[in-house]
């Protein structure tokens, strides 16, 4: 892909881009911020609660953007064997969990004064906790072994297998959710969103990914040196010994 | 200003979740750049001994 | 083909040989359920309401807690390189082990399920349907749990991290098993859900036999 899986060229790609996506992010989040909190109404139904929303949507979608970056860059590492991609696939797993977590508590948040408790096994949010697990289990298993490259190897058919199975969890959690739907909670689902509030979600939610860019951005560059920084070691181990 | 604060009633929800996810954020904006700042710290250093002793040696 | 069979061979008479692996599965399986009257309460009625879910988080749990012998031993002392190497494809081990650990595993809670349904006051017609469903389910739950096994082959706390990578992958297996023996409780039809777990058995064949056969290459390099 424009020669980006040769580490070097990566790095200098890296720093160039850098800067501008952080410069982005500062700019989406500041406006959305502004607009979402002081100059969009509030919901005639939910009142003030719904700018929850504009915190709560967009991790969502992070959540689960960032896991198909790391199943298709795991993909591509697994058969193209660029250790890049792996780097990038190792990198966007601490984001994608962040961002579940955050959609969690403010999903928690936003319920307690809306339906009444601070935990629904509304089907969403059931996913995303499943989705959350999927993280955990990636990241330990990339942790788990003493040298990294078979960390790597293990963790990204994971992430394959995993991402083979979210629409199946996604499908099964639905089906399982109208089943068990108590009648005490009122779906209130998705407000059809009118345009004032549409503007600071969409620049929440790009704003959301210009971050992620930019830390995503960091932490392949800090797995390619660390890499680096082991084989200088491994060379001078062998060269004195 | 101050029915700003208290959100319709809801200032204990919205305002935690505001600053909840500014938190993970944060934290992730940390772990981020100090991971990086380290990397290449250590990176400089080794790369400085094994350019001084490619020198000595040709 | 025979070379399936050599393997399955193989398989079941290293498990065999230590018999006791099957009935210390069977012996969890049976006293977990049994704490859960404990917890609950004897009521007849309440228990019967979640016998399908006591029975199959615990057949679950019990499948899970057997896995991580299933390459272990091979990984250890060297043969799964060799098996590795044999001119059989590596699907086929996989499709060997895996049957063996059903044989050893799934087959064994079936034959406890009646047990624990006089336990759980489950009538005769509901626990019919649910060894249908295990019939169904357990097989998915050993080929999903084969590629958990063979990830964690080398790493540091195997056991425990199997079980945090295949649960959430159970999921689907427990919700459509539970939601066919509890249709069927209410007097629902409940084809429609064993033909949802059926598919999904179907779809982790595949899934399971190359997935773990890509971690195994992993492992042995």
């Known amino acids: ?241 | 200003m101050s029915d700003l604060f208290s959100m319709g009633g809801y200032a204990s929800f919205v305002w935690p979740s505001y600053g909840l996810a500014f938190l993970v954020m944060l934290a992730l904006f940390i772990d981020s750049r100090l991971r990086l700042k380290k990397a290449e710290a250590e990176f400089e250093k080794l790369d400085a001994v094994r350019k001084a002793a490619r020198d000595q040696r040709s | 083909m025979n070379r399936y069979w050599e393997l399955l061979k193989r398989e079941l008479r290293l498990a065999l040989r230590q018999g006791s692996d099957s009935m210390m599965v069977v012996g969890f399986f049976v006293l977990a359920v049994i704490l859960f009257p404990f917890g609950i309460g004897p009521e007849p009625s309440i228990l019967a309401r979640v016998a399908p879910g006591l029975v199959w988080v615990n057949a679950l749990l019990a499948a899970m807690l057997s896995l991580d012998r299933l390459y272990q031993a091979d990984y250890e002392d060297g043969s799964l390189e060799l098996l590795i190497l044999t001119p059989a494809p590596l699907e086929l081990l996989v499709a060997a082990k895996v049957t063996a650990h059903w044989l050893t595993t799934g087959l064994p809670l079936m034959a406890a399920a009646p047990l624990l349904a006089i336990f759980l006051n489950l009538n005769a017609y509901d626990l019919g349907v649910l060894l249908l469903t295990l019939a169904v389910g357990t097989p998915a739950l050993s080929l999903i749990g084969s590629v958990g096994a063979a990830l964690v082959l080398g790493a540091r706390r195997g056991g425990v991290l199997i079980s945090l990578l295949v649960l959430p992958l159970f999921i689907p297996v427990l919700i459509f098993a539970v939601g066919c023996v509890d249709a069927a409780q209410h007097a629902f039809p409940w084809t429609g859900q064993l033909a949802i777990l059926g598919a999904i058995l179907l779809g982790a064949v595949p899934l399971g036999l190359y997935a773990s056969a890509a971690a195994l290459r992993q492992a042995a390099e």
């Open chain 1, 1 to 241: 892909m424009f020669g980006l899986q040769n580490p070097t060229k990566f790095l200098k790609f890296a720093k160039l881009v850098g800067p501008w996506f952080a410069l982005a992010t500062v700019l989406l989040i500041g406006s959305g911020l502004w607009i979402g909190l002081f100059a969009s109404p509030a919901d005639y139904q939910q009142g003030e609660t719904v700018r929850i929303m504009y915190v709560h949507v967009p991790s969502a979608w992070m959540g689960m953007f960032a896991y198909t970056v790391m199943a298709v860059a795991s993909a591509i590492a697994l058969v193209w064997k660029h250790p890049v991609a792996d780097h990038v696939a190792k990198g966007s797993a601490p984001l994608g969990a962040g961002f579940t977590l955050i959609c969690l508590v403010t999903g928690a948040l936003w319920g307690k004064p809306m339906w009444g408790a601070w935990w629904v096994w509304d089907a969403r949010l059931t996913s995303m906790l499943i989705l959350f697990f999927l993280y955990l289990g990636y990241m330990a298993l990339s942790g788990a072994f003493d040298n990294a490259e078979r960390g790597a190897k293990a963790s990204a058919i994971l992430a394959v297998v995993g991402w083979v199975n979210v629409p199946i969890i996604k499908f099964s959690v639905d089906w399982w959710n109208t089943l068990h739907q108590p009648a005490s909670v009122t779906k209130a689902g998705m407000p059809s969103i009118d345009p004032a509030m549409l503007i600071p979600l969409l620049l929440m939610g790009v704003g959301f990914t210009t971050f992620y860019a930019t830390l995503l951005l960091w932490r392949v560059r800090s797995e390619i040196l660390q890499t680096r920084i082991r084989n200088i070691r491994l060379a001078q181990i062998h060269g004195e010994g």
